[in-house]
């Protein structure tokens, strides 16, 4: 049996998809990370997943799309990594929007933007992504994002400027006071999922008006700082791939129609679309 895996992963959260003549699998983990996680970090999350020792051997190829994978030695990272537990593997290593646009674009060109834990944005001519000046991170970007959202209902709550009917369900849902919350932020690991999990509280209130703005003036600011970048953006689709454009579509849809962006495809999970795009181009029928 040759398998084939291909992943999608944020910070948070990495899915997984695999073929075999005989066989298709999926399963999730952690995210992977290279800011974050070292090789050998990398393979003791699947030195964990007794489930997988049965195919570590099997798996000939994998194509692994993922955040912070922007540069070779970020590559290396997670090659070398992944290589401890699939030994016998040709792995193939690329950044997250390579992996959104072919779910997205397939070979198509357009503007790709991450709207999940964190944000980018890229153009794509139809093969190639093109490198920006984006992704800058959770402190020093990812305007729209999880991260950012997190940063701003944690703020808001802890300077008072949160309403008192939000703050008083803030305090009792996460009962996180000043110290623990700048502990995490500063001192703890995976500070951005940390952050971006403060960003759910909006989903169950987003129809009050503070929630409301909030959202709205954070994909009003991605829309500025980063798609409004590319001169030609009212006349390309613009597709987005992630949890927080998935779960805020109808506010971001809105932002987009203001701005004269033609909204394309909204995935919550970029993963199936890869996996296809991947099988096609590899010409293996599934």
Known sequence: ???????DSGS??????????????SFSTQGINPYFLNAQDIFKIFA????LEDIAAKVKEIYFY?????????HEVISNGLSLFFTNAYISVDNDLM???YATCGDQKGLISILGTGSNVSYYDG??????NYGLGYILGDEGAGTYFGRKMITSYLYGHMPE?????FGTEFKADRETIITHVYQKPYPNTYLAGFSKFMSAHKDHPFILKTLTDG???FIDTNIKSFEDYQELNCHFVGSIAFYYQDILKEICVKNGIHVGKILQKPIEGIFNYILKREGIAQ
């Open 1 to 7: 049996m040759v398998m084939i895996l291909v992943a």
């Open 165 to 169: 009917e939000l703050s008083s369900l």
């Open 127 to 132: 093969s190639t992504v093109h490198e920006s």
């Open 99 to 101: 992996g959104s646009a």
């Open 12 to 25: 948070t959260k990495t899915d997984w998809m695999g073929y075999s003549a005989d066989k298709s699998i």
């Open 66 to 74: 993922g955040a912070g994978c922007s540069s070779p030695d970020k």
């Open 48 to 51: 964990k997943m007794k489930d």
């Open 219 to 221: 994909f009003q600011e």
